[in-house]
């Protein structure tokens, strides 16, 4: 990453018009965020990585979440920006909680798979025991998708 | 030389996509901090090495910090590979005596340093806690810095041990304390002070004890001296050992010399207090 770069993608707008452009994809799911909302995530961004003490060189995670999240049946345009804002929280604290040993692209896909499978939408379902146990497993070395069976 | 964090953060940022092989865009305070800290020590390193003649470069008169961070990295990977030549010379013919703590901090753990120190990420940590103390406080040092000036000392310790007898050595270590194996001491200072001792009292070199002639010849030349006079006298006694048996080798009397200052101390001491047989082998 060179300076410019850098300096470029640390910018809100920057932010932003990244978060705004995944709108050409989402509206086919009838899902938009508006410029208010989506300063709102940033913003929300914000605060959790300063919650969770953690550092972000690059564009984010925002836009990450929202293509994997946006044909999700349990995300519809009334629920869309609490839960991209509560999927956000959980993905750096579950960074946090795996010691960072795994991938953001492995975290969003087990999220994506609980999300739309045994937690059938639900965020807190998803938070408190879904990837509470990913988490935990991560840390014992277990393997990644290995099933416990007293979970769910 | 000084920079504005605005100036380094994008080498930090730099280093923490290398981190995390652009897998996460994210890292932890602590892991900042550990990439912040390699960003400084590698422009430390870069600052230390132009002092020795290497140019300062800048850009309408302004240093640029990624430049400097990368020639700073250059200079941690040779300064690596200098200490590593150092070591290997070192190592075929090192004694460590009997001293457990010497042994394995020199043959088991500065090869474990080679083995998993990380110029890139983390270059200011040495790993090791170099328990054996050499005669120049390594502690203030970080990163290979610590390592290089260990490896430098333990060799020239070798230079000076390695000319006398062994029997000579274990008799003076033995003579120092029985359990001198299980001890974390200084070899080189005690051999050296009873070298000295024997100079200073006026008799050979040698694994006999003093008879009390030579005892009180020593006594009255530390009852001559204060502290400071004494400490110069033996500077010049250093002189002469390293002239007559070392070829002049400069670097090992001044190595040699740092261990004088606490040893006049103790002597005077040992001297007042008739124990003199605590530092010297009597």
């Not at chain 2, 010399?257 to 124990?275: I, P, T």
Request: proline share 3%; hydrophobic share 35%.
């Amino acid at each position: 990453m060179d300076d410019g770069k850098w300096l470029q993608t640390a910018n809100d707008g920057f932010q932003i018009a990244r978060v705004k452009e995944a709108n050409d994809y989402t509206k086919k799911f009838g899902l938009v965020l508006t410029d208010d909302e989506a300063s709102l995530l940033i913003g929300e961004r914000k605060d959790a990585l300063k919650e969770q003490e953690r550092v972000e060189f690059g564009e984010g995670i925002l836009p990450k979440l929202i293509f994997a999240f946006c044909d999700s049946p349990y995300i519809y345009q009334d629920n869309y920006v609490d839960s991209l804002g509560r999927l956000q929280d959980m993905f750096y604290l579950y960074k946090n909680e795996s010691l960072d040993e795994i991938t953001d692209d492995e975290l969003i896909e087990f999220m994506k798979n609980q999300f739309d499978g045994p937690c059938q939408g639900s965020l807190d379902h998803l938070e408190d025991t879904g990837l509470e146990a990913f988490a935990r497993r991560i840390r014992s070395g277990s393997d990644l998708y290995e099933e416990e069976d007293d979970e769910f | 030389m000084s920079f504005e964090t605005e100036e380094l953060m994008p080498i930090v940022a730099e280093l923490a996509d290398k981190y995390t092989g652009k897998e996460s865009t994210s890292i932890t305070y602590e892991k900042a901090r550990q990439l912040m800290e390699a960003v400084l020590y590698c422009i430390h390193e870069y600052e230390e090495d132009a002092k020795k003649g290497q140019e300062l470069l800048s850009i309408d008169g302004k240093p640029v910090a990624k430049r400097v961070y990368s020639l700073g990295y250059e200079t941690v990977l040779r300064n690596v590979k200098e200490t590593q030549i150092l070591y290997n010379k070192v190592i075929p013919d090192f004694k460590y005596y009997e001293n457990r703590c010497y042994y394995d901090t020199f043959v088991k753990g500065i090869p474990s340093f080679f083995l998993y120190y990380d110029p890139r990420f983390q270059p200011q940590n040495h790993l090791l806690t170099l328990d054996y103390p050499v005669l120049y406080p390594v502690y203030p040092l970080q990163g290979i810095d610590a390592i290089s000036a260990f490896v430098k000392c333990v060799s020239l310790e070798q230079v000076f041990l390695g000319k006398l007898p062994d029997e000579y050595v274990f008799h003076v270590l033995r003579a120092y304390s029985p359990d001198h194996g299980d001890l974390i001491i200084n070899l080189a200072g005690i051999v050296l002070r009873n070298i000295l001792g024997c100079r200073m009292a006026g008799k050979r070199v040698n694994t006999e004890g003093y008879t009390p002639g030579e005892l009180e010849w020593l006594t009255d030349y530390v009852n001559q001296n204060n502290a400071d006079s004494l400490e110069q006298e033996m500077k010049g006694l250093v002189d002469e050992l390293i002239q007559s048996g070392y070829e002049g080798l400069e670097e090992l009397g001044d190595y040699l010399k740092a261990d004088l200052h606490d040893y006049c101390f103790e002597l005077k001491n040992a001297v007042k207090n008739q124990c003199v047989d605590s530092i010297l082998a009597i």
